[in-house]
Nanobody
Framework: QVQLVESGGGLVQAGGSLRLSCTAS????????VAWFRQSPGNERDLIAS????????YYSRSVKGRVTISRDSTETTVFLQMNSLKPEDTAAYYC??????????????????WGQGTQVTVSS
């Protein structure tokens, strides 16, 4: 079992940057595919970035590609989401999620087994 806690959200002006963190307890994330999703009111929870458990593959949605980077820290307990050139349409609750160990990364929320509680990102125009 792994518990996930997101942090780093907040209010930022358009064009600014934020770095979100997803910190695990219970075990490391080194053997799990990890993803970041976001959800705004009235919308589905959408995948925006993921990283394979090996760390050698990443995925970015079209809406954030070129502005966002997902990475792991060397201790493998934290996964980061660096977000640059933020836009008002990036405003949402951001969630990290992990799969069970040694399984390929996935692209839908239902395929992830562990979730954090979310952190709010608000981008003002």
């Amino acid at each position: 079992q792994v518990q996930l806690v997101e942090s780093g959200g907040g209010l930022v002006q358009a064009g600014g940057s934020l770095r979100l963190s997803c910190t695990a307890s219970g075990r490391t994330l080194g053997s799990s595919a990890v993803a970041w999703f976001r959800q705004s009111p009235g919308n589905e929870r959408d995948l925006i970035a993921s990283i394979s458990w090996t760390g050698d593959s990443t995925y970015y949605s079209r809406s954030v590609k070129g502005r966002v980077t997902i990475s792991r820290d060397s201790t493998e307990t934290t996964v980061f989401l660096q977000m640059n050139s933020l836009k008002p349409e990036d405003t949402a609750a951001y969630y990290c999620a992990a799969r069970r160990e040694y399984i390929a990364m996935a692209y839908t929320a239902s395929e992830y087994d562990y979730w954090g509680q979310g952190t709010q990102v608000t981008v003002s125009s």
